[in-house]
């Protein structure tokens, strides 16, 4: 075996790691009666244990495919987003073994797997460093932000446990309409990995040439039937599906496709879990969820911020700078990646304010968290995939 | 302002919430509030004292949290509007006309709209200037209005409480132990083992750790204090340099903004990663993306004008030979030379023959050096070709004359006059990259031979003294926040009151679980009334043993 190979076995078994854990951390909530046992259950340490055995074989994977490619493996959109699955497991062993909240483990691996499915939807190649790449900077600049943004990310899904247990899913209420909001994106992204993996699975091509944004011809290839076409767009494989409509020269086609496959899948899905459940998805985590004490919860969600916070700032915006300066001869230029992380910053900044002055702790503390990691998944997947920039190297 | 004097004797400054040394509330809301508002010790801050004047009212306004966050949600969404469209300075064009057309052609209405607003430049607009300026104002004056009281309070605070402070703290507890003078001692060694700074006062202690934290705040606001004013300074000449130059193969050019300073381009080499080397690894990513680039060097050499030399003389001192590569700029005296651009096979010399048209024979050849073309050409037999009209990059015949749309040779067009001993008057013909046009029926023409290109690489010069007043900012910021945010400044107090009974109050500015279980670990060695974290109803009640009716 390649050291490739082994590199994607290790991850492989990263991620049945992280699905039994879940199972356990389940079982600790399930077998314990009062709050003292539910903080001590075996079922809990155990779930640990696996989790950290995953956390390790996640950690192989990131050096065996370093040590083959020669580079630290963050320099696309399938290194990078495992590496937050992966940060996003370790911020969440931390807590885990500080607090010992069963409820945090139920939330945060499904998560970090959901996240790691959605990184493996992306070219898995090792790729080589293009020059703006080749600096340390690559390493020390990506793995701080990736560190700070799975350690912010553990105070949104503690603010989630928090508003899943607390908030009251019998009534008609906004909280409530939001809150089955956040769970039902959660199931569009597992509608994209289930579609995407579909269409991989059947091998899907379709080819198509096309006029581009700067008026040059280009060409094209799908990889899920075409509802969109490109503009100006002529079919090279005549025999696959015929588009539906024809798009401006300014969107892509092709990811408004995926996007609208993403969606109607995961509709579906949504639509079925319904049906068994027969009440909203909200409700259905809400009895693993009451066991926590919100009081520590909102604690959680607080110092995960308050941890997260300075590592984000050095390696977000600090070393971004360092190596802006080095690599393209200013430390700032407002690409849109860069403004996205100024405003998760700030974003984050204004929590902090609003929590110390203003007193907002509880629900309205936990909805920040969670709108917090929107706007970090935001800056990872649309910046990268919408808003073109000097960051897009996906 | 008077004075307000407490019970116990102490004079705080008017408007004071909490007394400054035994902490009985003062005013009216402090004395009606059950659990005290402890943010800022309850310390006269100016904001909240002084509403009167137009001063007041500015600094008022400055100071206000609400007002704060208003101010970054307002820097925020600006930034976001930001990044709909691209940057002014991410698009390929020039002139007014030429954004505007570029808005208006892949965005259409709502991109014709972006441009008009000025949403195109956004953030070099006025209005976000002033919207980041009213932000440090903001910083600045909020920073101020608390640290000052708060150093004062926190200074002297007297370890003995009154008890109606104790009985106003979120963590409280109340009861009669066995022994209270062991319970005392033990309680205070515990809490010296727990590396807090104990202080006692007749059957009083206060327990104090981590008290630095509370100033990260104040420090993380200097940082970014000293940020912002690195980069007002850029404005000021001389701080700041931003250049870019195009430097050919071969050239040997003064180096733009830096004065004093010439720089020679050797080379340019483009390589990409090639099947060979990579085959195993990165084979795969190579067939699916095509060719992936390696690196752009441009190999250099820069050189130093003599002292007192005149500009434009030839007495250059060689500094030293670099090769420029991305992340690795040439450094020099405060300036960095950056490796940004770069253009493959610009046309540098042609060379044609003259040939006569109905034997192919040829009169001889010449080269043409485009970047400095020459009049006349003699081809030693007799025979000239003058050079009557240079296109570099001809665009077709404008008002009945060839036109060049730049000096840059990308399709370079001539009009020559052929001198023969056949034809001493001359014949004319134009021409141009596989064109040739004539006035009359020529016997003589002009025919492409060979051309000789060349790379160029495009630099970027920078100079930045602001750099370290930045780098300094930022790691002021990050002292500040570490200190703020890794710390957490615990207080407990302990004492008995005058009924014999024990009093027990803590209070933290953040983390309150650490401190209870601190709390927990305390009561394990010194027999201490239970208490009750009173912001915490789902709090385990067997956990905790002792008097257990307070639950309820």
């Known amino acids: 075996m390649d050291l490739v190979t082994i590199s994607s076995n290790l991850l492989f078994v990263s991620f049945v790691a992280y699905l039994v854990a879940t199972l356990f951390f389940g079982g600790a909530i399930k077998k314990s009666k009062s709050e003292k046992a539910y903080h001590n ?41 495992t590496a937050f699955g992966m940060m996003l497991v370790g911020a969440f062993i931390l807590l885990y073994i500080i607090y010992r909240t069963p409820s945090l483990g139920l939330f945060a691996l499904p998560i970090a797997i959901i996240i790691i499915s959605y990184a493996t939807m992306f070219p898995t190649d090792v790729t080589p460093l293009i020059p703006a790449l080749q600096s340390k900077w690559l390493f020390i600049h990506v793995i701080t932000t990736v560190i700070g943004e799975s350690i912010l990310a553990i105070s949104a899904i503690a603010g989630l446990v928090f508003l899943v247990k607390n908030i009251d899913m019998t009534k008609k209420s906004k909280s409530r309409f939001w809150i089955e909001a956040v769970m039902y994106t959660l199931v569009l992204v597992l509608g994209f990995v289930i579609s995407s993996t579909t269409f991989k699975v059947m091998d899907y091509e379709a080819e198509f040439t096309y006029i581009d944004r700067d008026q040059a011809p280009a060409e094209i290839t799908y990889h899920v039937p075409p509802l969109f076409g490109m503009n100006e767009y002529e079919a090279m494989t005549p025999e696959k599906m015929t588009p539906w409509v024809e798009l401006p020269p300014i969107i892509n086609a092709q990811k ?19 049906l068994i459940a027969r009440k909203p998805l909200a409700a259905v985590f809400q009895p693993l969820a009451k066991k926590a004490n919100s009081q520590l919860m909102d604690e959680i969600g607080y110092r995960a911020v308050l941890i997260g916070f300075p590592v984000f700032t050095l390696g977000a915006l600090i070393f971004a700078m360092i190596w802006a300066h080095e690599a393209w001869s200013r430390f700032w230029g407002w690409d849109p990646k860069e403004v996205w992380a100024l405003i998760t910053w700030l974003f984050y900044a204004a929590f902090l304010h609003l929590r110390l002055s203003r007193g907002w702790e509880g629900k309205k503390s936990a909805w920040l968290a969670v709108i917090g990691f929107v706007i970090i998944m935001f800056n990872l997947i649309a910046v990268n995939l919408i808003i073109a920039g000097l960051h897009s190297y996906a | 302002m008077s004075k307000i004097k ?41 904001s909240q004292t002084y509403k009167s004047s137009i001063v007041d009212k500015i600094w008022n306004f400055f100071s206000s949290v609400k ?16 990044t709909i469209f691209p940057q002014k300075f991410y698009v390929p064009a020039t002139t007014p006309e030429g954004y505007l057309e570029y808005y208006e052609r892949l965005y259409g209405t709502v991109g014709k709209l972006y441009y008009e607003l000025g949403l195109y430049d956004m953030y070099n607009s006025w209005w976000f200037k002033v919207l980041v300026g009213m932000l440090a104002t903001s910083i600045i004056i909020a920073s101020i209005d608390r640290v000052v009281p708060l150093y004062k309070s926190l200074k002297k605070q007297r370890t003995r409480r009154h008890p109606s402070f104790m009985k106003r703290q979120r963590i409280f507890g109340e009861g009669d132990v066995q022994n209270t003078e062991e319970s005392l001692v033990k309680a205070e060694e515990k809490l010296k083992a727990m590396r807090y700074n104990v202080k006692t006062e007749n059957g009083a202690i206060l327990a104090e ?301 953040k983390n309150w679980f650490s401190l209870r279980k601190e709390l927990d670990t305390l009561r394990e060695t010194a027999d201490l009334p239970a208490y009750i974290d009173r912001q915490d109803p789902e709090l385990d009640k067997p956990e905790q043993e002792g008097d257990e009716e307070i639950w309820t």
């Open chain 2, 67 to 82: 007002i704060g966050v208003s101010i970054i949600a307002a820097v925020l969404i600006a930034s976001a509007i930001g």
């Open chain 1, 256 to 274: 408004m496709s995926s996007l609208v496959w993403s969606i109607a899948v995961g509709s579906v899905l949504y639509v079925l879990l319904r």
């Open chain 2, 209 to 509: 750790k981590h008290r630095f934290s509370r100033w990260g705040p104040y420090i993380n606001h200097v940082g970014l204090i000293i940020f912002i004013s690195g980069i007002l300074l850029r404005g000021i000449p001389g701080f700041y340099v931003d250049e870019a130059m195009w430097l050919r193969e071969g050239e040997t050019r003064n180096i733009v903004g830096a004065p004093g300073y010439v720089l020679e381009n050797k080379k340019f080499t483009l390589e990409n990663y090639t099947k060979e080397e990579a085959e195993e690894v990165f084979g795969e990513a190579l067939d699916k993306n095509g060719t992936i680039a390696k690196s752009y060097t441009t190999d250099v050499t820069l050189y130093k004008q003599e002292e007192g030399a005149l500009p434009g003389s030839e007495s250059l001192k060689k500094v030293e030979d670099y090769s420029i590569n991305v992340n690795k700029p040439l450094k020099f005296d405060g300036y960095n030379v950056f490796q940004m651009d770069y253009k493959l096979d610009e046309l540098k010399n042609m060379t044609f023959h003259l040939v006569n048209k109905s034997s192919e024979e040829s009169l001889g050849e010449f080269t043409v050096n485009l970047s400095d073309p020459e009049k006349e050409y003699d081809l030693g037999n007799g025979s000239t070709v003058n050079m009557l009209g240079f296109y570099p990059d001809y665009d077709g015949i404008k008002d009945g004359e060839p036109y060049s749309k730049s000096p840059v040779p990308n399709n370079p067009a001539f009009i020559f006059q052929m001198n023969t001993p056949d034809k001493p008057k001359g014949e004319k013909s134009f021409v141009a990259i596989r064109q040739t046009l004539e006035v009359e029926e020529n016997d003589y023409a002009i025919k492409f031979a060979a051309a000789e290109t060349r790379n160029i690489s495009g630099l970027t010069i920078r100079k930045d003294k602001t750099l370290y007043i930045l780098l300094l900012g930022g790691l002021v910021f990050m002292i500040g926040v570490i200190q703020g945010m890794y710390w957490q400044h615990r207080r407990v107090w302990i004492q008995e009151d005058t009924e014999g009974h024990l009093l027990i109050a803590a209070h933290t500015n």
């Open chain 1, 41 to 81: 259950s075996k079922w809990g340490t155990i779930g640990l244990v696996i989790t950290i055995i995953g956390f390790l074989t996640h950690l192989g994977y990131f050096f065996t495919r370093w040590a083959a490619s020669g580079h630290a493996p963050l320099s696309n959109m399938f290194e990078f987003t």
């Open chain 2, 6 to 46: 407490c019970q116990c004797g102490h004079e705080n400054p008017y408007g004071t919430e909490l007394c400054e040394k035994c902490g009985r509330p003062l005013s009216e809301k402090a004395k009606k509030s059950d659990i005290v508002d402890m943010r800022y010790e309850g310390s006269s801050r100016r």
